[in-house]
């Protein structure tokens, strides 16, 4: 941009001189800048406001200009420039915005918003008035504002000019909602009658006044032969006064579906007709809605499980096992209804499982729908396992819909306890007297085995049995002790024991120091024995095994010298048959059995056969027996002897 300085300064002078005189003139200028501050007015609005005059169509039942421009002119008189400016309008009842200002742009700056001193700008407003029949006058006010000035006012008067037209009013009527009626099982009421209302507001008359219907979805007229248009009479409609009759339209429509969720049907009426010349008249709307309250499915619900599980008398079991487990849903709701998800509950922890033929799992989506009243029932099985102590479980079902609410249903089944018998035999030492052999110098035996059977004669298994032998020895001579490679302490574990089994615990002893008393010593033991679900049975059983003194003979020896010797078993530990050899000195009738742990004869194998003199040996097949400690006694005359074996599996 090209500036002209004062006195006449043209571009031929030199650089430096241009430089030296902007500075100057800057200072000066930002010298004078407060002195011309305190002597300027400030900025002083003033506005106009322009109206069109307004004219009557009759013809066209319009106005014009319709809608009409409301200009306002603003102008600074102050002596320096003002800030942004903003007009903001007033209008009166039935003038309202339009075009591009409406709803609501009430408040817009000027074309220029800031004003130099003497300076104009101006903003614009298009305003409509509804059709009326008589003469309306109205003041319009424009109120204009800036930051650094006073708020300015202007106004003007505007006439509208009455019309020679009819004006037609509709109004509708519909019912406030529809109620649903169980007893019916419908909504009422239903159908149900709407109204169109039309009177002539005008001052000249209506020809052709015609009512039209749009229905909302899902409603659909009742009887269906209606017509959505109709006249409205009487012909021609006369400006209406009051206590004249109200024209009017029906029809009678139903509300067809069941929803879910409450609904709100908009019916929408159109009315329109012609002026004296023929002229179509502008159509009118109204709208009036409807509530229709909405149908949530509810379903009624029952749990079907048998009052208990009794024992059966004749078996170790409850009865029914498996029992069933029924779920019986109905819908009881005017709507349908559907079933999402179905969990089945029950404690796992107490014996209950699901039966493999049951048709359902415990969780599944059976995407199940219901009309109204239909019923629906499902069906689980579902296993026990018998137990020893009485239960009373919680079988829970819930269903949930297809909006995810829970409907629970549950109830408590007893469950009987199974018969508990836990026997064991009497403790039996597998020999009762020890007897000190002085030609070897040691007892015979001298090792022998304390032992028990246990048998489960109830009707559910047993865990984790324990059985404890202790003993006790008064002599004070500290006679036996545990033979360490067959028994660790005093404890015995068998495990679980199943209905109707039996299980052997055993201890084995050796002799540990010779009775040095001259008379027999005797050393009791005691057994205690439980199981998890038993109480802890003490001092259930004794037993006593007497200790000769170590200066009596005992068992004779033999008075030959080469006696009958029972050998040691071959092989041994064995796991189906062994050989056992002996050598008798001379012919002699002999017995040789096999005996368990706790003296019970399991084989003969000779039984007082007689024998000539020399090498022999008899053979043992253990088929059929458990695995475990065995004693070969073998007897020729009056002697005794025994060995022990060990049959594994």
């Not at 407003?125 to 204009?144: A, C, D, F, G, L």
């Not at 219901?370 to 499902?378: A, P, Q, S």
């Amino acid at each position: 941009m090209k500036h002209d300085s004062p006195g006449g300064l043209k571009g031929g002078r030199s650089a430096g001189f241009h430089i030296v005189l902007g500075v100057v003139i800057f200072v000066v200028c930002l010298a004078s800048v407060p002195v011309r501050a305190q002597g300027t007015p400030p900025p002083v609005l003033r506005c106009t406001l322009d109206v069109p005059v307004i004219a009557a169509d009759n013809a066209n039942v319009t106005y014009h200009p319709m809608p009409f421009p409301v200009t306002v002119t603003v102008t600074n008189e102050g002596g320096t420039r003002s800030d942004s400016v903003f007009a903001t309008i007033v209008l009166p009842p039935d003038l309202r915005l339009a075009d591009n200002d409406a709803p609501d742009g009430y408040t817009k700056a000027l074309t220029h918003p800031a004003l130099f001193p003497q300076q104009s700008s101006t903003a614009q407003y298009m305003v409509r008035h509804p059709p009326t029949t008589s003469e309306k006058q109205y003041t319009i006010e424009v109120r204009v504002e800036a930051a650094n000035a006073d708020t300015a006012l202007c106004e003007a008067e505007i006439i509208i000019p009455p019309l020679e037209s009819p004006i037609l009013a509709p109004r509708c009527y519909v019912p406030d909602a529809l109620e649903f009626d169980d007893a019916l099982d419908s909504y009422v009421p239903n159908p149900f009658t709407v109204r169109l209302t039309c009177v002539n507001n005008g001052n000249t008359p209506a020809y052709s006044v015609t009512g039209t219907i749009e229905l909302p979805p899902s409603v659909v007229f009742d009887p269906p032969e209606q017509q959505s248009s109709r006249r409205i009479y009487p012909t021609p409609l006369e400006k209406w006064r009051i206590g004249d009759p109200v024209p009017e339209l029906t029809w009678t429509v139903r509300w067809v579906p069941r929803l879910r969720d409450e609904a709100q049907p908009e019916f929408h009426f159109t009315v329109t007709g012609q002026d004296f010349q023929g002229n179509q008249l502008d159509s009118t709307e109204v709208r009036c809605a409807l509530r229709v309250p909405g149908l949530q499915p509810l379903f009624n619900g029952w749990i079907d499980i048998p009052d208990s599980l009794p024992r059966r008398s004749d078996t170790c079991d409850v009865w029914p096992n498996p029992f069933p487990v029924r779920l019986r849903l109905k819908n009881i709701s005017p709507q349908v209804g559907m079933i999402r998800r179905i969990v089945l509950y029950f404690p796992r922890s107490d014996g209950l499982s699901l039966n493999p033929a049951s048709r359902y799992p415990t969780d599944f989506d059976p995407e199940l729908t219901l009309d109204k009243g239909e019923e629906k029932t499902l069906e689980w099985l579902i296993d026990v396992e018998n137990r020893i102590t009485r239960r009373n479980v919680q079988i829970s079902v819930i269903a949930y819909d297809d909006e995810g609410n829970p409907m629970a249903h549950d109830d408590r089944l007893p469950i009987a306890c199974m018969r508990t018998e836990f026997r064991n035999t009497c403790l039996e030492p597998s020999s009762p007297v020890l007897r000190f052999d002085p030609v070897v110098g040691s007892y015979e035996p001298s090792n022998f085995v304390v032992g028990t059977w246990f048998y489960n004669r109830g009707c559910a298994t047993l865990h984790d049995i324990v059985a404890r032998l202790t003993w006790e020895d008064n002599s004070g001579l500290d006679l036996i002790e545990f033979d360490r490679d067959n028994t660790h302490d005093e404890y015995c574990a068998p495990g679980d024991l199943a209905a109707g089994d039996s299980v052997e615990c055993w201890w084995e002893f050796r002799v540990r120091n010779k009775n040095s008393s001259d008379i027999p010593q005797y050393v009791e033991f005691t057994l205690d024995y439980g199981a998890r679900e038993t109480p802890w049975f003490t001092n259930a059983c004794d037993a006593w095994v007497e200790i000769d003194p170590a200066g009596t003979t005992g068992i004779a020896a033999p008075s030959a010298p080469d006696a009958c010797v029972l050998h040691p078993a071959h092989p041994n530990p064995f796991t189906g048959a062994t050989s056992i050899p002996f050598e008798l000195d001379r012919a002699i009738p002999v017995t040789v059995t096999v005996v368990d742990a706790l003296g019970r004869e399991c084989r003969r194998l000779l039984d007082g056969e007689m024998r000539g003199a020399g090498a022999h040996a008899v053979p043992f097949n253990a088929a059929g027996l458990h695995a475990g400690v065995y004693f070969i006694r073998f007897v020729t005359g009056e002697a005794v002897q025994q060995q022990r074996v060990i049959l594994l599996k």
